[in-house]
């Protein structure tokens, strides 16, 4: 062997290498992570996709009180449903805390800053509203004393839920985006939009499902997929421009098998699939349920895909070294 | 005041004298006895009970260059405490907060494990301490009670105190005590800034690539108060080399989400119109 | 430690850890400093920040060569090569200094006609005795005499020859230059695998920072002692700072980094089997020894200090044997044992495997963990009948029989273990590199049952004697006459039998005996001058004399500091000075050599040395004071004879007496060494000493079956059994390694991280592949490439972190001064994979018949010339 022979090729710390090569070719640590991975597993994924379809139908109810009536039980089913789903929200949190009996530490302060416990106030505002929006909505059904239907004024719980519904269904994009895992903090224009538009698609797809199931309101029903269509579509469109803006950052979402099982789950059957179904000039029950449950399996491997791929994005040293801005 | 860390990595030799200090004086347990093969670095990472860590990075001089081009260095990593810290935006219970020394604290009783700070940190600094019996530490226990162990141990989130109780009764933190070449120093941040650009002027003049890491940068994060001399490049010791405040990207993301809300919004206002009277 | 005893008086560091911030330049060779003393180094890294350049000559790029500003890879066991080819670079640029050198060393002194050289004996000197002695006879090392006549005018006295204008051919300086003509950087390159470039860089360095303006410091440690020529590495670095001018004086000297917390204390206050406290001569029946008249001429030197030994030996054994040591009994000398050979650790070890030891007291130390030929070192104790444990953990050593491959019901051994108190559980002092005392309050009661130390010792004295108190056999008055009272003044510690530790230090320290009064009351002394050879004083070790000058001052408690010489901080022996010989801070006159490096000068004002320190020379003795030829001790040696321990009060370049293996350093190869001496046709040191037996195969001399040089040395993150079971520690080195060069890595397809074994013909070993750039393959000159494999010696079966222990393959050989192993040069294989698992069969063999051992003795390697 010659004396020439560089020991830094040879050597297992060639990873060390190079302090002088090109802006984005970096010297790594042993290929070690520079970032800690989030440390959020089922339960975060299951709360953005519930607390998602629980916003969506919070806006879901204002838009079916536009229509006098026509889109009534639509407006009743949302309402049970939002409260249904903003009551398992916390549930589902506490849980994934790594000390529940504290969780109400969380109400301790108010936090602009902090996109967590805007949230937290937010689905407190969210329950409250609906709380009050689906006890008015018993009273109207004959299911509790009707005079209690005076503490959920429609003037006021549905511009509420419809709001705060709005940011339920937004912020839990926020919040990955304002962190510092290199695949959400470049999709701080994407995921938050993305997430809106699931979460809106999804309470579509619940609603329409569940009036599906209870056979009603059929004229509801072609409304709610024309929205989840365009919801869907753009949802589409948003995923599309991140994996084009993200370049090499998005490959934990968009690339190998977890590239494929999105393409798979949300965009080809979440989003594709039902669109295509819905477009059909018929619509038998089984289509509705069918297109919804495509639809809410999408949404949730949407979330999935997002916590999933920014574990490994966290992972990827040379992602950390020059943090999207 | 403001207290910190100027840690001077032309100084440091590695004894790794501050990891342990630390271990011991805040009773954190041992993270394994794993060999990684990666110089002499077997902890790898800071974490959630290791709050010092002692990078190696070793550059061999090829064959045929003079043996003494090779490099061995080496850094004492540690939380940055930073002006603008990302955990501390990011924590929902206002565990995390700016204590009278200008350290970024993690209260251990008010945590209560939500991760959020952990994807938070622009440097990888903080993370989950996992759930175990620590009611019998791996170690020799120095008299704490198992309720102090649990609280600081059970499923909250785990970072430097920048030496908390010991400053509070006047002491150096512990790994800035151990430090037998004064690699770490621990003082007044203000001076500490003094004496490191002086310092960075004098290795200059000697022709040492040094440059400081962590303030007089123009950055989201500002100013670190644990700040460092490096002699390469930010990357080489895994330290990003433009970290990100990560609330700066909050705007956007609400305003997209806000834009998607609205439009969508829109679209279903048009969708559901009272049928024509 | 003979090589820095015999070349300056004493074997100690000649400075102070703190002094090294002075230094203009720091050469670290044969110590890892950072790693092994990291707390020391902190004033390596002040004299770097001041400015000063800091070297390191090591096989391996460690932790120190990363914060050097020159690296230079060395092959280990060439040291000699390297530092000889230092000397004549600074000899043949004519790069001394002049005016030290002519006037503190020998370098005038002209040697004997009859002297011959290694360069005129092809790797030998003169005076070899072959056959049966096997050694040097030693005559012809010495000094030219010249008639003069006596100070007081009584006739004439016999004083060595000088040539203060270094002409003559003869003069030390001449015979050295002629000694290393041969080692030059081409040499240097062609053993060492040093460049040349390297080399001539580091020989600029060393001269432009010493002289009178600069100084230039040298620290080592064991990567310079364990080898079978170790004393003359530290010989050579001696010679080289007496050429520079460096020692005794500030930023200079030679750190000697010790060990052990308190090795340096352990030596002094003699723990060695050859030595009683304070560097006195264990008696021996091969000498001239029998009585105490016939002990003290053989000891006490006409001139320098130790003409005081009768002083010291009287009052040592007063401090003994009390009452019992009376000037009619010969102050009961004959008590004391008398050494029949070789009773160091190794020759014991090989003792005991023949069956010739039968009980063994093992007092906090892991010899199963540290050792050498661990195979034969677990037979060795299956042979005992007994065996007892002192220790905090259970060791290996206390635990040899369920190791590995072990059958516990063929271990006849009785085994015991007593737990004893950790450091920080009792009191008593340590003595530190700076030759320190410190003082260490107990700050914890010990856990459990156990005790310390001292209490061991002070219990089983007190049992042993209560045995025999009705005994009349004369031979056992040697313990039943023993002072043996040390009761501690606080009555809790009494009740648990625990002996004062500060009664011990002051009777150290010394008293003025008083017939019939308990040493407790009797006057403490103030410091060894007052000691006397009468019997009126008593001292268990003079050179502590003054660290307790009464009985409510212990000095070693002294904690004032300040940034340098901190004269208030411990007590540094001899008589608290911190630079020895640091009279060779002033020129001849007195004068600092210069105003940057002022430290003892002469006050021509108060008539007395004075300066920062404790001046090293008798204060009073004016520059210009003559020497009385004929004279006793320091009265012999003029005003500007700094080296006062020293018989003509000089530094020693060419040592006349008291070494075995040459009067100046020769390149011998490592035992076990990849190429031939191509030096000399003499291979090895010829009076290093070994055993030829099937037990302890060596792997040889260039032997192709072992192709690498093999080392062995220590981690900042271990020291051995107590750190594997700190959890804090254990992680961060959790296993045993190897480490390797790539080039290496890739011939023998082993891979990072994964195990490997490492073989020599003592045994194997496994560990985990750590392969770095880090290990340079050299070339040596424009032949052979060697590879070195490194291994640390920190691990053991015991502990969170269990891994294989190097014992198990480093070979027992003896350096000829010292009986100091070669575990720092070695030869071996390594192959992927793991070992094969051990059988433990040597413990039932029969013991393999010693070739030429006798009673564990070894025997001298001798002569093997090349053709
Ligand atoms: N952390 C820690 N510190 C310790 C100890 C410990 O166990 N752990 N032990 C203490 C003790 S007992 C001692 S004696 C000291 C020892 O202190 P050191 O002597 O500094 O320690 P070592 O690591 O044994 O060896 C020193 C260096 O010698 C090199 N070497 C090997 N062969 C040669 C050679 O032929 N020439 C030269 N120039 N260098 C060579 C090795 O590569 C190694 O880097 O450390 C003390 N300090
Ligand atoms: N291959 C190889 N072998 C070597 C060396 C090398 O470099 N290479 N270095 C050599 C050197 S320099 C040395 S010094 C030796 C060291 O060899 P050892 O002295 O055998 O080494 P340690 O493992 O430090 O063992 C010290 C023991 O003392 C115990 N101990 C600690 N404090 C106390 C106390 O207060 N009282 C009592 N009773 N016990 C206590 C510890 O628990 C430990 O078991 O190893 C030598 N062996
Ligand atoms: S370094 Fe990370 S953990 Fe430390 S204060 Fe900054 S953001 Fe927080
Ligand atoms: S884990 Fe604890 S410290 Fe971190 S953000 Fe949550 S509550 Fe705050
Ligand atoms: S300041 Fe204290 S807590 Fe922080 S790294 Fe240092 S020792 Fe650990
Ligand atoms: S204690 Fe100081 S020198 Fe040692 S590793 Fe830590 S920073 Fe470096
Ligand atoms: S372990 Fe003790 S002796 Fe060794 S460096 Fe540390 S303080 Fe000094
Ligand atoms: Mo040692």
């Known amino acids: 062997m010659s004396d020439a022979l560089d020991l830094r090729a040879l050597s297992p710390d060639a990873a060390n290498r190079g302090a002088s090569s090109g802006d984005d070719t970096f010297p790594?640590?042993?290929?070690?992570?520079?970032?800690?991975?989030?440390?959020?597993?089922?339960?975060?994924?299951?709360?953005?996709?519930?607390?998602?379809?629980?916003?969506?139908?919070?806006?879901?109810?204002?838009?079916?009180?536009?229509?006098?009536?026509?889109?009534?039980?639509?407006?009743?089913n949302a309402r049970y449903l939002s409260l249904a789903l903003a009551a398992a929200s916390p549930v589902i949190l506490i849980k994934h805390l790594g000390r529940p009996e504290r969780f109400h530490h969380m109400l301790r302060v108010v936090k602009f800053k902090s996109p967590m416990s805007m949230g937290v106030w937010g689905l407190i505002a969210f329950s409250a509203a609906s709380s009050r929006a689906a006890l008015a909505q018993a009273a109207r059904d004959g299911l509790v004393p009707g005079w209690l239907a005076f503490l959920g004024p429609r003037w006021f719980t549905n511009p509420a839920q419809a709001l705060v519904g709005a940011f339920l269904a937004g912020y839990t994009g926020v919040l990955i985006s304002a962190t510092a895992i290199p695949l959400w903090a470049k999709g701080k224009r994407h995921i938050p939009a993305a997430s809106v538009c699931s979460g809106f698609g999804a309470a579509c797809a619940a609603n329409a499902a569940l009036l599906a199931l209870r056979n009603e309101a059929s004229d509801s029903q072609r409304k709610l997929e024309r929205v989840e269509l365009v919801a869907g579509l753009a949802e589409l469109a948003i995923l599309l421009d991140f994996r084009r803006s993200a370049g090499a950052l998005g490959a934990p979402m968009f690339d190998g098998a977890r590239g494929r099982k999105l393409t798979n789950a949300t965009l080809l059957g979440g989003i594709v699939l039902p669109a295509l179904l819905n477009v059909l000039p018929f619509h038998p029950r089984w289509k509705t349920i069918a297109t919804s449950a495509l639809t809410l399996f999408g949404g949730y491997a949407l979330r999935e895909s997002f916590i999933e791929a920014g574990k490994t994005s966290a992972d990827d040293p040379r992602a950390a070294f020059r943090q999207p801005e | 005041m403001a207290t910190g860390f100027f840690t001077d990595t032309t100084l440091c030799i590695g004894c790794k004298a501050c990891e342990v200090a630390c271990k011991q004086w805040n009773q954190l347990p041992a993270d394994g006895y794993a060999f990684s093969g990666n110089s002499y670095d077997n902890t790898m990472a800071l974490g959630g009970t290791t709050w010092r860590h002692v990078a190696f990075v070793e550059q061999p001089a090829p064959l045929d260059a003079p043996p003494s081009e090779s490099k061995w260095l080496m850094v004492s990593d540690v939380c940055k405490h930073c002006t603008h810290a990302g955990c501390l935006e990011a924590c929902p219970t206002g565990a995390i907060v700016r204590n009278e020394f200008d350290s970024v604290y993690v209260q251990p009783d008010v945590c209560n494990g939500c991760g959020y700070c952990v994807p938070s940190c622009p440097f990888g600094v903080i993370d989950m301490i996992e759930h175990a019996d620590y009611t019998r530490p791996s170690f020799p226990s120095d008299g704490r009670t198992d309720d102090d162990a649990l609280q600081r141990h059970g499923g909250v989130a785990g970072k430097c105190t920048l030496c908390y109780d010991r400053q509070k009764v006047g002491f150096t933190p512990a790994c800035a005590k151990a430090c037998p070449t004064d690699s770490i120093e621990f003082g007044e941040v203000e001076e500490l800034k003094a004496r490191a650009r002086t310092r960075v002027a004098t290795l200059r003049a000697r022709g040492v690539d040094a440059r400081l890491y962590g303030i007089d940068e123009d950055n989201s994060i500002g100013d670190l108060n644990a700040f460092f001399l490096l002699t390469d490049r930010p990357a080489t010791y895994n330290l990003p080399e433009r970290p990100v405040l990560p609330s700066t990207h909050q705007p956007a993301a609400y305003g997209s989400a806000a834009l998607a809300a609205l439009a969508l919004g829109a679209i279903g206002c048009l969708v559901f119109r009272a049928s024509a009277p | 430690m003979p090589g820095l005893g015999t070349s300056f008086g004493r074997g100690g560091a000649t400075t102070f850890v703190q002094d090294l911030q002075n230094a203009d330049c720091i050469l670290i060779e044969g110590s890892n400093f950072a790693e092994c003393h990291p707390v020391a180094f902190r004033f390596?890294?002040?004299?770097?920040?001041?400015?000063?350049?800091?070297?390191?000559?090591?096989?391996?790029?460690?932790?120190?060569?990363?914060?050097?500003?020159?690296?230079?890879?060395?092959?280990?066991?060439?040291?000699?090569?390297?530092?000889?080819?230092?000397?004549?670079?600074?000899?043949?640029?004519?790069?001394?200094?002049?005016?030290?050198?002519?006037?503190?060393?020998?370098?005038?002194?002209?040697?004997r006609e009859d002297f011959a050289d290694t360069e005129d004996l092809d790797g030998i000197f003169s005076g070899w005795q072959a056959g049966e002695t096997q050694a040097y006879d030693t005559a012809t090392w010495a000094f030219e005499l010249e008639e003069v006549p006596r100070f007081d005018g009584n006739g004439t006295v016999k004083v060595v020859k000088r040539d203060p204008t270094l002409q003559h051919p003869r003069c030390v300086l001449n015979v050295l230059r002629r000694h290393f003509a041969r080692y030059t950087p081409e040499m240097v390159e062609r053993v060492c695998g040093t460049s040349r470039d390297t080399f001539e860089r580091i020989c600029t360095l060393l001269a432009d920072n010493s002289g009178r303006e600069r100084t230039t410091a040298f620290a080592y440690a064991v990567g310079w002692t364990q080898h079978t020529v170790g004393v003359q590495y530290i010989r050579t670095a001696a010679i080289l700072q007496m050429l520079l001018g460096n020692i005794g004086r500030p930023g200079g000297g030679i750190m000697a980094l010790r060990g052990h917390a308190d090795i340096q204390g352990a030596t002094d206050i003699a723990t060695l089997y050859d030595l009683l406290p304070g560097y006195l001569p264990m008696p021996s029946v091969h000498r001239d020894e029998q009585t105490l008249a016939a002990y003290l001429k053989a000891n006490t030197k006409a001139t320098g200090w130790w003409s005081n030994t009768p002083k010291y030996m009287v009052s040592l054994l007063k401090a003994f044997y009390g009452e019992a040591a009376r000037a009619e009994n010969d102050f009961a000398y004959e008590y004391l044992p008398q050494l029949t050979g070789d009773h160091s650790t190794l020759p014991t070890q090989v003792a005991m495997r023949d069956g010739l030891v039968r009980g063994f007291f093992v007092i906090g130390q892991n010899p199963m963990g540290s050792g050498m030929n661990n195979e034969l070192g677990r037979a060795a104790l299956a042979k005992l009948e007994w065996m007892v444990n002192v220790d905090s953990y259970e060791t290996d050593t206390a635990a040899f029989w369920k190791a590995e491959g072990v059958d516990p019901s063929t271990v006849g051994t009785e085994c015991f273990f007593i737990p004893t108190a950790a450091l920080l559980e009792k009191n008593g002092t340590m003595t530190n590199t700076n030759r320190m005392l410190q003082w260490h309050d107990k700050a914890l009661e010990p856990a459990g049952e156990s005790k310390s130390d001292l209490w061991l010792i002070y219990d089983l004295g007190k049992r042993l004697r209560a045995l025999y108190a009705d005994s009349d056999d004369p031979k056992d008055r040697a313990l039943l006459d023993l002072t043996w009272d040390y009761e501690h003044d606080d009555a809790r510690e009494r009740r648990r039998g625990e002996p004062s530790a500060l009664k011990v230090l002051q009777e150290i320290n010394g008293y003025r005996v008083e017939p019939g009064k308990h040493q407790d009351a009797c006057e403490q002394v103030g410091g060894f001058t007052e000691l006397a050879a009468d019997g009126t004083t008593a001292s268990g070790g003079w050179i502590y004399s003054g660290v307790c000058p009464d009985k409510t001052t212990n000095k070693a408690r002294n904690r004032k500091a300040d940034d340098w010489t901190s004269l208030g901080w411990g007590y540094s022996w001899p008589s608290n000075r911190r630079i020895l010989y640091n009279r060779a801070s002033a020129d001849p006159a007195g004068k600092p050599w210069s105003e940057r490096k002022k430290y003892v000068w002469w006050d021509a004002q108060t008539q007395t040395w004075t300066g920062v320190d404790v001046p090293d020379f008798p204060l009073g003795k004016a520059p210009d004071a003559a020497a009385k030829p004929g004279a006793d001790g320091l009265d012999a040696h003029s005003g500007a004879d700094p080296f006062i321990m020293q018989l003509d009060g000089r530094a020693q370049i060419f040592v006349a007496a008291g070494l075995k293996d040459g009067p100046l350093p020769t390149h011998y190869e490592p035992v076990e060494s990849v190429v031939p001496n191509v030096l000399y046709a003499q291979q090895h040191n010829p009076t290093l000493r070994e055993w030829r037996r099937r037990d302890n195969p060596l792997n040889g001399a260039v032997n192709p079956d072992f192709p690498y040089v093999l080392t062995t040395y220590r981690l900042t993150e271990h020291s051995g059994i107590m750190t594997r079971y700190v959890p804090w520690l254990a992680e961060l080195q959790p296993a045993l390694f190897v480490e390797i060069d790539p080039e290496l890595a890739v011939a023998k397809n082993i891979r990072n991280g994964e195990w490997m074994t490492v073989r020599t013909a003592i045994g194997e070993i496994e560990g985990r592949a750590l392969v770095s750039g880090r290990m340079r393959p050299l070339r040596l000159g424009r032949g052979q490439r060697v590879h070195q494999v490194g291994v640390p010696y920190n691990f053991g079966a015991s502990g969170l972190i269990p891994g294989d222990s190097v014992g198990d393959l480093v070979p027992l050989v003896m350096e000829p001064n010292v009986s100091i192993q070669e575990s720092k040069t070695m030869t071996c294989d390594v192959r992927p994979g793991r070992r094969a698992a051990r059988t433990g069969s040597a413990i039932n063999a029969a013991v393999p018949p010693a070739d030429r051992a006798f009673e564990g003795q070894p025997t001298t390697r001798g002569l093997e010339r090349k053709e």
């Open chain 3, 44 to 111: 390596v890294m002040k004299a770097k920040e001041r400015g000063a350049t800091v070297i390191h000559v090591d096989p391996r790029f460690t932790r120190t060569s990363a914060v050097a500003d020159l690296y230079a890879p060395i092959r280990s066991g060439s040291d000699i090569v390297f530092l000889g080819a230092l000397v004549n670079w600074v000899l043949t640029n004519e790069r001394y200094f002049r005016d030290y050198v002519v006037a503190y060393t020998n370098a005038s002194s002209l040697v």
């Open chain 1, 28 to 76: 790594t640590y042993y290929e070690q992570p520079l970032l800690k991975r989030p440390h959020w597993g089922w339960e975060v994924v299951t709360y953005l996709f519930v607390g998602g379809i629980a916003g969506g139908s919070g806006m879901l109810i204002a838009l079916a009180d536009r229509t006098a009536g026509e889109d009534a039980a639509l407006a009743r």
